[in-house]
């Protein structure tokens, strides 16, 4: 059963939700508290401006009066105290004015009987229910603080039990604030602050949207460019503007592109080396084997001598193409080398080669960063090309030289040299100089020395002339040697040919 496609969102979209979501949770959660807190600084107001009306009414009571707002504490005055208690009442409701949002009344034996003389914000002595509430609370000889809900609102009050000696009558002094008008300007003012959030947290979208695009347009480009790179064409890269994060992956993924890049290459030539090379052995055992005559044994032993031969050479050719293609692919593994055992121990190889004269003229006393083995594989095989290349029972001189911050691997013989323009040639895959030898070869064993070299960080040189060659594989060492460098014909990374050292040895074709 297909699953439904569930609804894709981009990262941005996502990125610009994250962040609205967390900003409106944070401004909610600052804006909650924030109201809390202020709402109960306004209780907490309200409470002592009613405690302070107590102390007030408690100083009338006495005969000592305390200085109101509009007073000074020169002004405070002693009166005498009142003899009954609705004489009491009445001083305190007199005296103490209610404020803008406030209210008094005068209970005795349970009936609101005294009122303010000014105008009050709501009268109390209107709900009979919140009377009797404030009359049971204050019977009992307390001062109470409490909170009603009447029909004029929610009030905070405070009822005082007003005693007189020598008077039966109990007095209730009752002043009430309206909180809920109170409470409500905080409600107001925090109103505003969550239309001014609702206000930012859409600046924030906008602006958000646009900055969250502008860092993320490399993805969409990376995204644009993927799905235009195909196996045939993986040339094309994505501009990197910037130092940040996302500019440092488009870098990366720039490097990933040139791998790919290289390996493709890498793999299609290889693949037209082989389709290359192999055509022609294939095609000399067929033809060979379509006009074989099966009834004649000296035909079939010569086709199958030709054959065997064949394959051969394609088995060599396979195993060079291998090599070189290992050499390319992957980086040497190198160790510091002394440099002087590593040239006598392949001149004890190279001697086994006959048919040559072979002589040490040289030998550097220095370490370098190498691959012994792979240094050793590109080092024979130049012994082999001067083996071939030069006539029976010549001499092949064979060193290590040490120059500046470099050491060169060399081996001069006496064949023929290579013709002038075939320097660089014989450095390509399956290249070759015509000498007029009519050795036989895959054409790989030089690139595959100047594959060895380059793994190093070196290169090869080379210095031809009709009396002989001379090749050299130049890498970098640990130590500095003394000699100067000569001038030289060398072959880099770019076109498989650069210029080293030049001598009076020629040089021939590669195997």
């Known amino acids: 059963m297909q699953r439904s496609a569930l609804p894709r969102f981009s990262v941005r979209s996502r990125i610009l939700a994250v962040i609205l979501i967390v900003t409106a949770l944070g401004m909610s959660v600052s804006g909650i508290a924030a109201y809390i807190v202020q709402r109960d600084r306004v209780v907490e107001g309200l409470d002592a401006e009613l405690l302070a009306s107590v102390e007030a009414a408690r100083g009338i009571v006495t005969g000592t009066s305390t200085p109101t707002d509009s007073e000074s504490e020169s002004d405070a005055t002693v009166d005498a105290p009142p003899a009954t208690t609705a004489g009491a009442l009445d001083d305190i409701l007199s005296r103490i004015v209610p404020g803008r949002h406030e209210s008094s009344v005068g209970i005795i034996d349970g009936q609101a009987r005294l009122i303010p003389g000014v105008e009050t914000a709501f009268s109390l002595e209107d709900d009979p229910e919140f009377i009797k509430r404030a009359w049971n609370e204050a019977s009992g000889g307390q001062v109470t603080v409490g909170t009603a809900i009447t029909t004029v609102g929610t009030l905070r009050y405070v009822s005082v039990p007003v005693v007189i000696d020598g008077d039966p009558e109990l007095g209730v002094y009752v002043t009430a604030l309206d909180a809920q008008r109170a409470v409500d300007e905080v409600g107001g003012a925090f109103l505003t602050y969550a239309g001014l ?191 071939k290349y030069s006539p029976e029972g010549s001499t092949v001189r064979v060193g290590s030289t040490a120059y500046a911050r470099t050491v060169e691997f060399w081996v001069a013989d006496e064949g023929p040299g290579i013709p002038a323009g075939a320097e660089k040639r014989i450095f390509e895959r399956f290249g070759r100089a015509d000498t007029g030898r009519g050795i036989a070869g895959s054409g790989l064993g030089l690139p595959i020395v100047a594959a060895i070299a380059r793994a190093h960080g070196g290169y090869v040189s080379l210095d031809s002339s009709p009396a002989g060659a001379r090749f050299g594989i130049v890498v970098p060492t640990l130590e500095v040697a003394a000699a100067p460098p000569p001038p030289a014909v060398g072959f880099d990374d770019a076109e498989n040919s650069r210029l080293a050292s030049p001598s009076t040895r020629p040089a021939r074709s590669s195997e």
């Open 197 to 387: 959030a609702a206000l930012s947290l859409a600046a924030i979208g906008v602006i958000g949207w646009f900055v969250a695009g502008r860092l993320l347009a490399p993805l969409r480009r990376l995204s644009e460019t993927a799905s235009r790179i195909t196996a045939e064409d993986v040339s094309e890269r994505i501009p990197v503007n910037g130092r940040d994060d996302v500019s440092a992956l488009t870098e990366t993924v720039n490097a990933m592109l040139d791998r790919i890049d290289e390996a493709l290459t890498s793999q299609r030539q290889l693949l037209d080396d082989v389709r290359h090379e192999l055509k022609t052995p294939i095609t000399i055992v067929r033809g060979h084997l379509e006009l074989l005559d099966a009834t004649k044994p000296d035909d079939v032993l010569a086709v199958r001598d030709i054959a065997i031969d064949e394959l051969d050479r394609m088995a060599e050719l396979v195993t060079d193409i291998d090599a070189l293609a290992r050499v390319e692919r992957h980086n040497v593994l190198t160790e510091p080398t002394d440099v002087g055992d590593l040239t006598h121990l392949v001149f004890s190889k190279m001697q086994a080669i006959p048919g040559r004269t072979w002589v040490l003229e040289s030998t550097a006393d220095v370490v370098a960063p190498l691959s012994p083995s792979r240094l050793t594989q590109a080092w024979l095989q130049l012994a082999d090309n001067a083996a």
